[in-house]
């Protein structure tokens, strides 16, 4: 029976001319970045938060932006009922009877007429 040569084969970086066997010779070969465990999850972390973050800047706008402008579209509204509010009264008062109805209020009286004011109870 035929022994079988179970020895492990090992890969070794063979240089592909003698310029990068002098660099290999002198240098070694070139480590590979090996960033595992607990530092490796920590940066993966600290990079995908950071794309995270960037990624949702726009939205964030956006939406401030969209509140901002409801905000701006409530008081335009509020004043366009307030400037409907003002016309009626200026044509209240662009009348005989509404100048004197705002001259009453201001306690004015017609000539030969007496103010009355009648106190009101407190308690």
Do not use: Y
Not at 85 to 92: A, G, I, N
Not at 95 to 109: H, M
């Amino acid at each position: 029976m035929a022994t079988v040569n179970r020895r492990r084969k090992i890969n070794t970086i063979k240089p592909i001319n003698d310029t990068t066997q002098h660099l290999l010779a002198r240098n070694g070969p070139r480590p590979r970045w090996n960033v595992s465990g607990t530092l490796g999850t920590v940066i993966l972390c600290l990079v995908s938060g950071w794309i995270g973050i960037h990624a949702a800047r726009p939205f964030v706008t956006a939406a401030q932006s969209r509140e901002d402008n409801d905000d701006l579209e409530r008081r335009i509204q509020e004043l366009h009922v307030q400037n409907q509010r003002d016309e009626r009264q200026l044509q209240m008062l662009s009348t005989p009877k509404g100048i004197e109805r705002a001259a009453r209020q201001l306690d004015f009286v017609e000539p030969g007429e007496h103010l009355v004011i009648v106190p009101t109870a407190e308690r």
